[in-house]
Each structure stands twice: as structure tokens, then as C-alpha cells.
T-cell receptor, first 111, second 111 residues
């Protein structure tokens, strides 16, 4: 398995601002995934980040709104840009190491 | 389209009673299915996967391709089993694996 940490664990932001979430893994992994879990709902994949290439976004998610960086095999960031209250969610980082393992999540509240 | 359905939002049982959390899927290929669990204030974690055919914490799940189901079962529920359970389907798309999650079922085990 892989040990995954995320920063920040939670934040309260004003609409129109941006927040960058960091994800750190304790081992080198090829694929990293970013998910969103809106209140009372299941997990939805935002994008997949492969080191050395641009992230691949799922339907309904765009790079301008959720830019992702993947500078090396143990780290990734997700930025939530120009936030609105609808972006209030838990954002989770995940890696594949045999199966998929998840970080603790970043709980975001946009006012 | 690929889909995972968990028909029950909440399943409430008494300690010692049998538990079955339902999961049905639709997938055109050969499915790979997982159960994830999220205990209160903890991260999402893998419970079991169908290819392992294992029993974790007394839980088992059998893939039934005829009924396209992957129900999670435990003969005698314990209070510590109370948690949110997600069924997930792994599919290969665009050069990588990704997980499709069901809506989740909250299991409440009462003393």
C-alpha cells in the first residue's frame, strides 16, 4: 500500500479566490488521481495526473478551473480556481499501487 | 455506459444480525470490483476486491456475473462495522485504470 498525505486538511475561502491542494506519496507512483466528493454524494474523478505529461480530465472538468501539476513521481497539486460556493467539497488524492489508495482529503468551504 | 448502483442509502441492523450491502454494476467488459469503507473521521480505505476472494473483518463479496452483482456480506454485524461503504468498478480507459463509484450505503449497527 501507499501512504498519502494532503495539505491543507481543510480551508474556508472567499468566492473568486483560488486554493492549491498538495498531495504527497511515500513511494514513487506512475498514476495519481484527483477526486471530488460533494456533500452527501459519492466520489467523482476529476482528472488523472501522469508524471511528465498533461493531466487527463474527465467530462465536466476543465484545466482552466482545475489546473494540476505533477512535477515528480511522489507529488501533485490540484488548484481550484475562481471558486464559488458550488466548489465546496472534499477533494481527495489517490494513487494506484496494485489497488487504489486514498489520501485523507481536503475539506473546502467556499463562502 | 458503465455504472455502479447501490440501491440503499442507509442500512440499519442490530448487533449480531446478518448484513448484506447490495451492489449492481453495468460494464461491457470483464469487471474488476472493489469495496471501500470509510469509518467516521477516517480516510477511505480498501476493504476487499473480488479478484482476491478474501475475507476481511468477516466480510465477503462474491462476483455474480449472471446477476451483475457484487454484494457485500457479513454473517454477524458488529458495532464497529458502522461506516460508509462504497462499491467501485475499475475500468481501463484512455490508457489507464479508473474507478467508478456507487453512491454509497451507510451501515448503522445498533447495540
Amino acid at each position: 500500500s501507499a501512504v498519502i498525505s494532503q495539505k491543507p486538511s481543510r480551508d474556508i475561502c472567499q468566492r473568486g479566490t483560488s486554493l492549491t491542494i498538495q498531495c504527497q506519496v511515500d513511494s514513487q507512483v506512475t498514476m495519481m488521481f484527483w477526486y471530488r466528493q460533494q456533500p452527501g454524494q459519492s466520489l467523482t474523478l476529476i482528472a488523472t495526473a501522469n508524471q511528465g505529461s498533461e493531466a487527463t480530465y474527465e467530462s465536466g472538468f476543465v484545466i482552466d478551473k482545475f489546473p494540476i501539476s505533477r512535477p515528480n513521481l511522489t507529488f501533485s497539486t490540484l488548484t481550484v480556481s475562481n471558486m464559488s460556493p458550488e466548489d465546496s467539497s472534499i477533494y481527495l488524492c489517490s494513487v494506484e499501487s496494485g489497488s487504489q489508495y486514498f489520501g485523507p482529503g481536503t475539506r473546502l468551504l467556499v463562502l | 455506459a458503465q455504472r455502479v448502483t447501490q440501491p440503499e442509502k442507509l442500512l440499519s441492523v442490530f448487533k449480531g444480525a446478518p448484513v448484506e450491502l447490495k451492489c449492481n454494476y453495468s460494464y461491457s467488459g470483464s469487471p474488476e470490483l472493489f469495496w471501500y469503507v470509510q469509518y467516521s473521521r477516517q480516510r477511505l480505505q480498501l476493504l476487499l476486491r473480488h479478484i482476491s476472494r478474501e475475507s476481511i473483518k468477516g466480510f465477503t463479496a462474491d462476483l455474480n456475473k449472471g446477476e451483475t452483482s457484487f454484494h457485500l456480506k457479513k454473517p454477524f454485524a458488529q458495532e464497529e462495522d458502522s461506516a460508509m461503504y462504497y462499491c467501485a468498478l475499475r475500468k481501463f480507459s484512455g490508457g489507464y485504470n479508473k474507478l467508478i463509484f456507487g453512491a454509497g450505503t451507510r451501515l448503522a449497527v445498533h447495540p
